[in-house]
Each structure stands twice: as structure tokens, then as C-alpha cells.
């Protein structure tokens, strides 16, 4: 638990916010990080899509309160999923889907993207909403076993 704690410390100071004993969010998979490393490692141009830290603002201090992120696949170049999670204690209070607008947002401004996807199970109906208000559509069973995927279309 030290070397976790240390960790928090390090991503604290790096994000300048307090990491709150929660951390991180629930169906967070810290497998991500080691692929995140490997994706900016092979493409640079990967560094602006991924895990960005959703903080939350006060007059005195800033709490990580989740992640979002979003990346792209060679094999479909007119696609990005995005992924979000934001911690227990700040669910259901519009963060993950501001956030993810926003990420979504930036992902279209500049880019000839055609498809926004995200997926999760049926069973975090948060985490459905979040894609509802974002717009996307239910479109069939995602890529692991007892997921869904929802998606958006850009008409052109």
C-alpha cells in the first residue's frame, strides 16, 4: 500500500491536486498505464488523447476526481472510443459528461473523424447515461464479454 500511496503522490504533484484515499475510480484498469506508455512511445501524436485528468476547481485547492481518455485504431482511422471514470463520491453530478462533451469536442474540431464509440456493461447504467447524454446510440455488444457499445455518427 506504501509504494500506491508513493504513486499518489507523485500523480498529486504532477497534476497539482489532492488525490483523495479513494483513488483510483472503481472500473478504472491501471493495466491502461502500460499501454498508454506504449502508445505515445510509438506515436507521439497519441499524447493529447489519452487519460487526461478531470479535476475539480475550488478557490483553494483541486481534487482528481476521475480520467477520461480516448484513442484511435490503424485498422479504423474515421473512429475514437473515449473512456471515462470519475470516483464514487463525485458520480452523478454531470463531471464524466461534461467532460467527456468536451473530449469529444476536441477529438472532432480538427480531424475527419466519422465515429465516436465507447463501451460498458449493461449493469452501470451511469455509465449508459453518460453516453446517452453524449449522444451516442446503443449499437450491439462491445469488444469484451458483457459489454456494450454505443456510438455516434458524424452525417455528413
Known amino acids: ?39 505515445i512511445a510509438d ?28 484513442f484511435r485504431e490503424a485498422e479504423r482511422p474515421e473512429e475514437c472510443e473515449v473512456g471515462y471514470s470519475v470516483l464514487q463520491d463525485f458520480e452523478g453530478k454531470g463531471y464524466a459528461t461534461e467532460g467527456t462533451k468536451a473530449l469529444i469536442d476536441w477529438a472532432l474540431a480538427p480531424s475527419s473523424l466519422k465515429i465516436i464509440s465507447a463501451q460498458t456493461f449493461p449493469s452501470l447504467p451511469k455509465s449508459l447515461r453518460v453516453m446517452e447524454k453524449c449522444g451516442m446510440r446503443y449499437v450491439g455488444a462491445g469488444d469484451e464479454e458483457g459489454t456494450v457499445r454505443y456510438q455516434w455518427h458524424r452525417h455528413d
Open 1 to 39: 500500500m506504501q509504494s500506491e500511496r508513493s504513486a499518489d503522490g507523485l500523480l498529486g504533484a504532477v497534476a497539482n491536486a489532492h488525490v483523495p484515499l479513494e483513488w483510483p475510480p472503481e472500473h478504472w484498469e491501471p493495466h491502461v498505464f502500460e499501454l498508454l506508455l506504449k502508445r
Open 43 to 70: 506515436d507521439p501524436t497519441e499524447v493529447g488523447w489519452h487519460r487526461y485528468i478531470a479535476l475539480r476547481h475550488t478557490d483553494e485547492s483541486r481534487t482528481l476526481i476521475g480520467t477520461l481518455g480516448g
